[in-house]
Structures are given as C-alpha cells and as structure tokens.
C-alpha cells in the first residue's frame, strides 16, 4: 500500500468514526446537563449531576458492548435494546429540559442530538461490519459453543481432580493418625501389662525377675480364632495337650486360662475369703461355658493352688 493510499484510509477512518464519536461526546454532554438540571430541583446539585453521568455512562457501554457483539459476530439483543431505550429516555430529558429553560426550536434541536449520534454510530459499524452469509454464521456460533463448552468441561475436570485430591489426602492422613494412636495405645497396655505381672510375681516370690515369662498381650483375632477352632486338644494339667476335644468348644491357650483364673479368684475373695475350691470350680466352670473353652479339672485346680499361693504365701503383703 502506498503513502497516498494508506492517507486517504486514514481520512476515510476519521471521517467515518469522528463523526459519530463527535456527535456522541455532544449528546453525552448535553444529556448530563439536561438530566442533572431535572434531578437538581429534588435533590442536591452534586447528586443530581452525578446520576446524570452515570445514566450517560451506562449508555455509553451499550453502545460499546453493542458493537463488540458486531465485531465478534455474537448475538446479544439486550445492549441493543437497552442503547435504544437510553436513547429515548436521553431524548426526553433533553427536550423537557429544553422546553423549560429556553424555546422549542432550541429544545427540539438539543433533542435531535442524541439521535444523530446514535444513528452516525449505526452507519459506521454497519459499514465497519464483516458481512458474513446465515450459514457461515451459523457454523462460527457452533465453534464458538463447542469451545466453550470444552473449556466448561476442562474447568469441571480440573475441579473434581483437586477435591479427589484433597479427599485422598485427607483419609490418608486420618489413616496414618490411626495408625499411630493405635500404635501407642497398644506398646501403653502391653507395658502397663508387663509391670502388673513383674509386680505380681516378685509379691509372691515364686519367679525371679529376670526369668519373668511375656505373656503379651490377647487380640481379638487370637480370642476370634480360639472361638473358631473346632477340634484343638484340651489343655491337661501342666499345660501338655492331650484328649478329644468336644464339638463346639475351643481350648485357650496358658496365658488365657490364668487371666481367667486371676479374675475368677479374684471376684470369688468379695464372697468368701479366701475362696473355696469347690467354689473356685463352678466359678471357672462358668466362666468357660460362657467363653465356650475347655479346661481339665486338674487344670482348674492347679490354677487355684497357684491363684491361693500367690496371695497365701510366706511373701504375701
């Protein structure tokens, strides 16, 4: 292109927006006079000005947001519609204030200003305007909703990524926070259990410290599997196995069976101190029934004598 050419662009361009943008800026203008000058009689002047330049200021936008849908080839009727309405509001208010300030050929002429220039306004874009035909149209709104509505997805992936995100770090901590709650609780009661049996054993004298047996500490999964079990050969006296086990009952293991015998003898002392061994027998007896394990009487027995010793005997507080 050419100096010449690329001159007489420039003066097309000038001309065919100076105008309009001319004509706008007047009626702007003459329309926040007009308005203020209504609105000063009920309200205060800085008031009444200033909601004047906020009406012109909203149809100022409009008409912008009007041809952005022009250049865009978008559809939106509302800026439209509402730049046509400011305009006959904008044409009222002038003509009213006209009439009551000077005469009617000066108020209808300040009314024709807004018009003028929202009419230039419509010719520039009309002749700015790409001219595109229906179909074309058509298919630009159709790429335009499908970009959007990708962009709707991405966004709604994206979301549900960072909450799974959270969710599963969240549970992961809690998890490891369990973990070591139950950790702790569970090295406190196995500790908590060998003081007691290390105390007990040297009251009684019967077993030296160092060769304190562990008996540890009984899950539910042991106490599960010991109810579970059909066929384990009962406990004898001395803790060897031997004999048929009877269907439906489960054998403990030692370190029940003297729990067991410790709370047994223990609850039996409320009634009758000490207790008796017939007593001590029916109190076991029970007590196994209701935990459906087996025990040998002379089991049941050398778990009294040894109960009865520990509490009976020469080092006994």
Excluded: C
């Excluded at 909203?58 to 800026?79: G, N």
């Amino acid at each position: 292109m050419t100096a010449r050419a690329k001159t007489l662009h420039a003066v097309q361009t000038g001309v065919l927006w100076g105008l309009p943008i001319a004509l706008i800026a007047l009626a702007v203008a003459w329309t926040l006079v007009a308005v203020g000058g209504l609105l000063d009689t009920q309200a205060p002047g800085w008031v009444a000005y200033s909601a004047g330049a906020l009406f012109d200021l909203v149809w100022v936008s409009a008409m912008l947001h009007e041809r952005a849908h022009r250049r865009s080839a978008s559809i939106s009727r509302t800026p439209a519609i509402l730049g046509w309405v400011l305009l006959a509001v904008s044409v009222a208010a002038v003509l009213v204030h006209g009439l009551a300030a000077t005469t009617v050929p000066i108020a209808v002429i300040g009314a024709v200003i807004p018009v003028l220039g929202k009419l230039t306004l419509q010719m520039a874009l009309s002749t700015a305007g790409v001219r595109i035909t229906a179909d074309a149209q058509r298919k630009v709104d159709i790429v335009r909703s499908r970009g959007r509505d990708a962009v709707a997805v991405a966004r709604a992936i994206d979301e549900v990524k960072d909450i799974s995100e959270q969710v599963g770090a969240e549970h992961t901590a809690r998890d490891y926070r369990s973990r070591v709650r139950a950790h702790a609780q569970v090295d406190d009661a196995r500790r908590s259990y060998e003081e007691a049996l290390r105390d007990r054993a040297d009251e009684a004298g019967t077993v030296p410290a160092g060769e304190l047996p562990s008996f540890g500490l009984i899950s539910d999964d042991d106490i599960r599997t010991l109810l579970d079990s059909m066929t384990t050969p009962a406990i004898a006296a001395g803790g060897t196995s031997g004999g048929a086990a009877t269907e439906g009952y489960g054998t403990p293991d030692d370190k029940a069976l003297q729990l067991l015998a410790a709370e047994v003898y223990t609850a039996a002392e409320v009634d009758e101190n000490p207790p008796s061994l017939r007593e001590f027998r029916r109190r076991m007896r029970e007590a196994l029934t209701a935990r459906r394990w087996k025990a040998s009487t002379a089991l049941v027995d050398q778990l009294y004598r040894h109960e009865k010793a520990l509490r009976t005997g020469p080092d006994a507080r």
